[in-house]
């Protein structure tokens, strides 16, 4: 990496309410943490406009906030073309946003589109939940993992950012 270059992280699943900011707040906690911040650009997105100009949902909100992360100013949009060259790595939640991605990159983008559960190996499945229809368990379990994978992520930039 360049000096001062930063590395710019999209988090995606489908509304962009539940679990792609969870993943947001996440990250970017245990990225403070880690004294990364000042090198990321970290963002979250929705394959789809249902939910645009809309916070989190509430319940993704109070799980967070009972774990100290505050998604309350974030506000969900719409995945764009643009995204595909402003960010490097953009990780979808599941299959089908890991489709609807592949179906809308541009074809010279270099961005990186993983599933974001490819950095945490040991949990034995690429598709983070989508807990909006089920109970609040659901939103523990997202939480759960994807500090998880974000750890995983982390340790992988904090590497490369060595270098």
Do not use: W
């Not at 001062?4 to 906690?29: D, H, Q, W, Y």
């Not at 505050?70 to 946003?97: E, Q, T």
């Not at 034995?124 to 750890?151: C, H, I, Q, W």
């Amino acid at each position: 990496m360049k000096d001062k270059e930063t590395i710019g992280i999209l988090f995606v699943c489908m509304g962009n309410i539940c679990r792609s900011p969870t993943a947001e707040g996440v990250f970017r906690r245990l990225a403070d943490e880690r004294g990364l911040s000042p090198y990321l650009r970290v963002d979250s997105a929705g394959t789809h406009a249902y939910h645009v100009g809309e916070a989190p949902d509430l319940r993704s909100r109070k799980a967070a906030l009972a774990r100290g992360i505050d998604l309350s100013l974030l506000r969900a949009r719409r995945v764009d073309h643009g995204d595909f060259y402003h960010f490097h790595h953009i990780l979808a939640m599941d299959a089908s946003n890991y489709a609807d991605l592949m179906e809308m990159r541009p074809p010279d983008s270099e961005a990186s589109v993983k599933y974001f559960l490819d950095y945490a190996p040991h949990l034995s499945t690429r598709e983070v939940p989508d807990p909006y229809y089920g109970g609040v368990n659901g939103f523990e379990r997202v939480l759960d993992m994807v500090e998880d994978a974000s750890k995983g992520l982390l340790d992988e930039l904090q590497d490369l950012l060595r270098r």
